[in-house]
C-alpha cells in the first residue's frame, strides 16, 4: 500500500512556485498510510522539448512525486516512486495486482512497472490502456510518460482506493491519497474526488499550458471503462456486466413458506448450485487477498505477528468471510477480530436513567452480536487462535479524534460520513482488550480482558455484499413498491453506483492507521457471478427480514457452520457500535457536518 502526493506546477510564468506549506501538510497525513518507506523524486521538463509554440521556450514544468510505502507484498519493502533509468518513466502505485498478470512472490509494483515499459515497446500509443485493463485489484496510481510529456493517473474501476485532486489557482494542480486539511480559498480549488470509472491523462505538451502554464479542462483527456454489451468502442472493458434482473422461477415464481429459521428451508436443492458457486468465488477471493501478505515480526520476537484481520460486528458478512479465512490460512496463525463499541452521551444518559448497573455502556447491539459471532467461530474452528479484541471508545476520545477524522473523510463531509468514519477508524486501529475464554464460566456473560494491540495489516472487510444481494432496507422498500422489476432496477442501480459512492473515503480512513482494507466481495470474480445469478437465487423479500435479504449469503453462511449468525438482521455500523446520534437525536445522515 502507499500514500501518494504529486504536485504539478509551472516555472518562468511569473507565479510563486512555493508550494511548501501544502505539500509538508500532505508529507505529514500520507507518512500514516506508509510508515515502511518514504521517497521523493522531482521531474523538470523544458516545454520547448514538448511543444512547438515558440512561447514555451522560457517555461518549465516541474512535477513533484511523493510516495509512503506499507510493506505488504515481495520479499523486501519496495521504495518509492519507481523510476526507470533509460526512459525516466515514473510510477506511484497504490494498489493490489490479484489477476492479469503474473506476479508470483515479487513485489506487484514492480511487476507493474515492468510490464508497462515492455509494453510500451510494442504499442507506445495504447500500452497504459492496455495493461491496466487486464488488472484485477484494487489501486489508484499516477504514471508519467517523460517522452510522450503524459502524466496518467486513475483509480480502479470500483474505487476501492482513494485519489483526490486539487487545483491551485490557474497555475498548479495536487493529486493526492488524502487531503491536507486546510480549507480551500474558493470552490474552484477544493479537493475533489477522482470519479473511478474514467482514467485520466494530463497532456504537458498542450500549448495553453506550455504558454500560459493555465490549466484548462481540454488538457485532461478521460477514457471511460464501459461493459462487454455497450456498442460503444473502449479499450477499457470492466470484467463483468450489468447485473441481471431475471428470474430463476419465471414471473409466477412460488409462494413462499412460513420458516423461522434456515433449517426448515425446503427449497435448498434450487439454490445449490448457486450456494456452491458463490462459496467458489469467495474462497478464492480470500485466498488470493491473504496468500501473499509477507510475515512481520515485533521487536525482539522471532514469532510472526498476525497478519490478518476482520473488522468484525458478528454480521452475516463479516463471519462469513471469517469462517471461509480459516480454511486457508495455516492453523498456527491467528485471526483478529476487530470490535468496536462507543459511549453515546444520548444512549448514556437513557441507560442511567433505566438504571441498569449490570449492564455496560459499550454493550451496544454490535457488541452482542460480535461475542456471539466470535463463540461461534471458536466452536466451529476449536483449534483456531481467534483473537476478539473490544475496542471501547468513550466519548472524550471521540471528541479529541473527531478533527482529525473529518480531514482523512474530505471531501465526504456529511454527518453519516462522520459517525461510519469514527467506527471505521477506531475500529482498524485495533487498541482494545483481548477477550479470553473462561472455560469455568458456565454463563458466558463475563470474560477475562487484557489490553491488546492489534498487528494485522490487512483487514478484511464485508463491503459490496449489501448492493449486490439486497441487503439495504431500500431494498425491500423497493419490493414493496413493485416486486421483482422494482428491486431488480434497485440492486442494479446499486451495483453501478458502487464505483461512485463512499469506498475511497474507507480507504482514507483506514489506511491512516497504517492497515490496509481488502474487499472479498469486491473482486471482480465474485462480481461477475453475482451479477449473472438470477435475482430470486440471491435474495426474496417474501421472507420475513433476517431471511429473504441476502438469502444466498445466508444459505452459504448456513452450509458452512454458522446456524446462529446467518440469521441476523442487516444493521448499519453506526447505529451497531453506536457512533449516531451521539449529541442529538434530531440531525440526519445528510446533513453537512
Not at 60 to 89: C, M, N, Y
Not at 169 to 178: C, E, P
Not at 229 to 237: G, I, M, Q, R
Amino acid at each position: 500500500m502507499c500514500g501518494i502526493q504529486v504536485l504539478i506546477q509551472q516555472t518562468g510564468n511569473g507565479e510563486d512556485g512555493n508550494r511548501s506549506g501544502i505539500w509538508d501538510r500532505l508529507t505529514a497525513v500520507n507518512r500514516n498510510r506508509g510508515p515502511d518507506s518514504h521517497k521523493e523524486h522531482v521531474v523538470s521538463m523544458a516545454l520547448t522539448s514538448l511543444s512547438a509554440d515558440p512561447r514555451a521556450q522560457s517555461m518549465q514544468t516541474v512535477i513533484t512525486f511523493g510516495a509512503h510505502v506499507l510493506h505488504l507484498r515481495g520479499p523486501e519493502t519496495q521504495s518509492q516512486p519507481i523510476v526507470s533509468k533509460d526512459t525516466e518513466d515514473v510510477l506511484c502505485w497504490n494498489g493490489e495486482v490479484f489477476g492479469g498478470i503474473d506476479v508470483g512472490t515479487r513485489n506487484d509494483g514492480v511487476v507493474l512497472f515492468e510490464t508497462l515499459q515492455r509494453t510500451k515497446l510494442q504499442n507506445p500509443k495504447n500500452y497504459i490502456l492496455q495493461v491496466f485493463g487486464q488488472i484485477e485489484g484494487p489501486y489508484a496510481f499516477v504514471y508519467l510518460d517523460h517522452e510522450q510529456g503524459n502524466l496518467w493517473f486513475s483509480r480502479d474501476f470500483l474505487g476501492r482506493r482513494s485519489l483526490l485532486m486539487r487545483k491551485i489557482g490557474l497555475q498548479s494542480l495536487l493529486i493526492s491519497s488524502v487531503a491536507d486539511g486546510v480549507d480551500a480559498e474558493s470552490e474552484d480549488s477544493k479537493w475533489t474526488e477522482l470519479p473511478a470509472q474514467q482514467m485520466y491523462c494530463l497532456d504537458l505538451a498542450d500549448s495553453l499550458w506550455a504558454t500560459t502554464g493555465e490549466l484548462a479542462d481540454t488538457q485532461f483527456k478521460q477514457y471511460s471503462w464501459r461493459y462487454a454489451s455497450d456498442p460503444e468502442k473502449s479499450t477499457l472493458v470492466l470484467p463483468f456486466d450489468r447485473v441481471t434482473t431475471e428470474l430463476a422461477d419465471g414471473s409466477s415464481a412460488l409462494s413462499s413458506e412460513s420458516i423461522s429459521d434456515l433449517d426448515s428451508f425446503s427449497e435448498t436443492s434450487k439454490w445449490q448450485p448457486y450456494i456452491d458457486g458463490l462459496e467458489r468465488v469467495l474462497t478464492e477471493s480470500i485466498r488470493t487477498r491473504v496468500e501473499s501478505i509477507p510475515f512481520h515480526h515485533g521487536t525482539g520476537s522471532d514469532e510472526p505477528l498476525p497478519r490478518v484481520g476482520v473488522l468484525f460486528s458478528g454480521g452475516v458478512d463479516c463471519i462469513t468471510i471469517a469462517a471461509l479465512l480459516t480454511k486457508i490460512l495455516p492453523h498456527g496463525e491467528p485471526i483478529e477480530l476487530f470490535n468496536v463499541a462507543f459511549e453515546n452521551p444520548r444512549q448514556a444518559r437513557a441507560h442511567n436513567k433505566a438504571q441498569e448497573p449490570n449492564n455496560s455502556i459499550y454493550d451496544v447491539p454490535d457488541r452482542k452480536t460480535g461475542r456471539q459471532g466470535w463463540l461461534e467461530l471458536c466452536e466451529l474452528d476449536p483449534v483456531r487462535e481467534w483473537r476478539f479484541v473490544e475496542i471501547d471508545v468513550p466519548y472524550d476520545q471521540v471528541l479529541e479524534h473527531r478533527a482529525h477524522v473529518r480531514q482523512l473523510l474530505a471531501p465526504s463531509d456529511t454527518v453519516m460520513d462522520m459517525s461510519i468514519g469514527l467506527a471505521l477508524w477506531f475500529a482498524s486501529k485495533g487498541i482494545g482488550q483481548l477477550v479470553g475464554r473462561d472455560e469455568s464460566n458456565k454463563t458466558g456473560t463475563t470474560y477475562p480482558r487484557q489490553a491488546y494491540s492489534g498487528a494485522a495489516r490487512v483487514l478484511l472487510l464485508g463491503m459490496g455484499a449489501d448492493e449486490q444481494l439486497g441487503g439495504y432496507s431500500r431494498h425491500r422498500a423497493a419490493w414493496d413498491r413493485g416486486g421483482w422489476p422494482e428491486l431488480g432496477n434497485e440492486i442494479q442501480m446499486d451495483v453501478q453506483r458502487i464505483a461512485t459512492r463512499n469506498l475511497g473515503r474507507d480507504d482514507r480512513i483506514v489506511s491512516d492507521n497504517s492497515k490496509e482494507s481488502r474487499y472479498p466481495f469486491l473482486a471482480a470474480e465474485v462480481v461477475r457471478f453475482l451479477s449473472q445469478t438470477p435475482l430470486d437465487r440471491k435474495m426474496d423479500m417474501r421472507y420475513p427480514r433476517g431471511i429473504g435479504e441476502k438469502l444466498l449469503l445466508r444459505l452459504l453462511a448456513h452450509q458452512i457452520g454458522l446456524a446462529r449468525a446467518c440469521m441476523l438482521a442487516k444493521r448499519a455500523i453506526q447505529f451497531g457500535a453506536r457512533t449516531a446520534k451521539m449529541e442529538s437525536g434530531q440531525t440526519k445522515g445528510q446533513d453537512m457536518l
